[in-house]
């Protein structure tokens, strides 16, 4: 499953544009600015959600996944009606499909420096408290391994070590800034034990 947003204010707008075929993007669910979750591909058809990237290895993620876009412009925060809809959305297709928290993902995960969807705003922290995705803190006695080896089992496709430790960033440490710390790697080893791929 893979979770973006829109890049524009509201729901009329980005309906009009995912349902328009000339635009070539489309997305199995739409949750707008108010709340409102609408399918508008089924989710046994593919839709065109996720563009250029690749997940645990495997690339064509738009044959491999269910699409959700949430209308956010991207440099707001994610409305509580919003959110409360997105994660009763995502436990009823979690339990339809039996999706495992880990196969939640963001946009930017899978397109390292293409995408940075949902953003930096958006609250995994509160989805991972409820079973609904993956998110860890550092811990003072968490092991400190290579930072790589994690993200690989984690499912991060091949970049430049540095476009890797951004899209790492944006989705499980976006207040992280600079070079690689030992944060980083405790909290992607973290995830990479409890949140196998």
Same mark, same amino acid.
């Given at each position: 499953?893979?979770?973006? $947003? ?21 997305a199995h669910w739409l949750i707008d600015e108010h709340g409102a979750a609408e399918q508008l591909v ?30 956010? =412009? ?26 495992? =928290? ?14 940075i969807d949902p953003g930096p705003r958006f609250d995994w922290e509160s989805l991972a408290f409820q ?24 499912? $991060? ?41």
């Amino acid at each position: 499953m893979v979770l973006h $947003y829109t890049g524009m204010t509201d729901g009329a707008s980005a309906r009009a544009r995912l349902c328009d075929p000339a635009a070539e993007v489309s997305a199995h669910w739409l949750i707008d600015e108010h709340g409102a979750a609408e399918q508008l591909v089924c989710e046994t058809r593919r839709a065109w959600h996720a563009g250029r990237g690749a997940w645990q290895g495997r690339d064509d993620v738009n044959s491999r996944s269910i699409g959700i876009e949430i209308v956010n =412009p991207g440099d707001q925060p994610f409305g509580c009606t919003q959110m409360r809809a997105l994660e009763t959305l995502l436990a009823a297709i979690m339990t339809r499909w039996q999706i495992p =928290p880990h196969r939640v993902i963001a946009h930017s995960d899978l397109a390292p420096g293409r995408k940075i969807d949902p953003g930096p705003r958006f609250d995994w922290e509160s989805l991972a408290f409820q079973g609904l995705a993956c998110f860890a803190r550092p811990r003072p006695d968490d092991p400190d391994p290579p930072l790589a080896p994690s993200l690989d089992r984690l499912g $991060y496709p091949p970049a430049e070590a540095a476009t890797r430790l951004a899209a790492f960033r944006l989705r499980h440490r976006p207040w992280g800034r600079g070079p690689e710390t030992r944060a980083d790697r405790q909290v992607a080893a973290r995830l990479a034990a409890s949140c196998p791929a």
